[in-house]
């Protein structure tokens, strides 16, 4: 399961950022919600609503950008 993350301008994503990410998650949700992977990206797509599209996140990442289902 990746995690994209938004960076503050002048922090990288190394290592020791990395675990401190999955050590807060692991104790404050579950380690089932712990990332395989954490990507950095430039910006969460959202809609003019603000809701995050999670959906079209997960179907990029699988590849399949052109169909709807």
């Given amino acids: 399961m990746p995690l994209f993350v938004v960076l503050t301008d002048g922090v990288g994503l190394d290592e020791a950022l990395r675990?401190?990410?999955?050590?807060?998650?692991?104790?404050?949700?579950?380690p089932r919600h712990?990332?395989?992977e954490i990507?950095?990206?430039?910006?969460?797509?959202r809609t003019c609503?603000?809701?995050?599209l999670e959906v079209q996140l997960k179907r990029l990442m699988q590849g399949r950008t052109q169909d709807r289902s």
């Avoid at 675990?19 to 579950?30: C, D, L, N, T």
């Avoid at 609503?49 to 995050?52: Q, V």
């Fill in 49 to 52: 609503t603000r809701k995050k």
């Fill in 19 to 30: 675990q401190r990410i999955r050590a807060h998650i692991g104790e404050h949700a579950s």
């Fill in 39 to 45: 990507i950095v990206v430039g910006a969460i797509p």
């Fill in 34 to 36: 712990v990332p395989d």
